[in-house]
């Protein structure tokens, strides 16, 4: 009984962690990219270089594309933007 409780709190904390670790997002584009990301009400840029890929939005947020689309991530998401647009898997 105390192996699967240890092994059940183990593998909750495994899963925060890997939640609070936020949303990847990759540029699959030929151009940097600047993304405009709202977190908790707070404005900031992002600069992605080409082919660069950084951990974004642990807690959730929004990010606007250069093409002026919106993307509501929760932090857990892989997304890489490709020809103006998120692919979100």
Request: net charge negative.
């Amino acid at each position: 009984m105390r192996l699967l409780k240890a092994l059940l709190v183990g593998a909750s904390v495994i899963v925060t962690i890997s939640a609070a670790s936020g949303a990847s997002i990759t540029n699959g584009e030929a151009d940097a990219l600047t993304l405009v990301v709202t977190e908790k009400g707070e404005r900031s840029e992002v600069v992605l270089a080409v082919g660069q890929t950084q951990s974004i939005c642990p807690s959730g947020c929004f990010v606007t594309l250069p093409n002026g689309d919106r993307v509501v991530l929760s932090g857990g998401e892989s997304v890489s933007i490709s020809n103006g647009r998120a692919i979100i898997e």
